[in-house]
C-alpha cells in the first residue's frame, strides 16, 4: 500500500525558504515508475498544482506562480521528494500535501493522482 509522509513546513517571513519533504512508501524510485506531485490548498480556495517529478526521468513541471522560485527534486536512496520554496510570498501560504500516481509523465491536475499525504501547513508571514 502507497503512503506519503510531508515534512518541513512552517511559519516564514516573507523572502524566506524553506524545504518540504515527501517521503513514500509501498513503492520505490528505483523500481516503480510514478509521478510525484506537490499541491496546495489555501483557505477558500481550490487546490491547485504547485510542481511534479516524474521517477522515470526526472522531468519536472511548474505551476507558473512558483517558477524561478521554487525546485523540485527526488532521492532515489531516501525514497524522497522535495520542494525547495526560496523567495517566499504571503500568497504562498496554504497546506501543501504530495501526490502520488503511476505513471511517467508529470502532469498538473490534481484529480488524477491516487494517493496523498496528510498535508504540512506553511505559513507565510508579511
Known amino acids: 500500500e502507497v503512503h506519503l509522509v510531508e515534512s518541513g513546513g512552517g511559519l516564514i517571513q516573507a523572502g524566506g525558504s524553506l524545504r518540504l519533504s515527501c517521503t513514500a512508501s509501498?513503492?520505490?524510485?528505483?523500481?516503480?515508475?510514478?509521478?510525484i506531485g506537490w499541491f496546495r490548498q489555501a483557505p477558500g480556495k481550490e487546490r491547485e498544482a504547485v510542481s511534479c517529478i516524474s521517477t522515470y526521468d526526472r522531468e519536472t513541471d511548474y505551476a507558473d506562480s512558483v517558477k524561478g522560485r521554487f525546485t523540485i527534486s527526488s532521492d532515489n536512496a531516501k525514497n524522497t521528494v522535495y520542494l525547495q520554496m526560496n523567495s517566499l510570498k504571503p500568497e504562498d501560504t496554504a497546506v501543501y500535501y504530495c501526490?502520488?500516481?503511476?505513471?511517467?509523465?508529470?502532469?498538473?491536475?490534481?484529480?488524477?493522482?491516487?494517493?496523498w499525504g496528510q498535508g504540512t501547513q506553511v505559513t507565510v508571514s508579511a
Open positions: 501526490a502520488a500516481d503511476k505513471g511517467t509523465i508529470p502532469v498538473m491536475i490534481p484529480g488524477i493522482y491516487d494517493y
Open positions: 509501498g513503492f520505490t524510485f528505483d523500481d516503480d515508475d510514478y509521478v
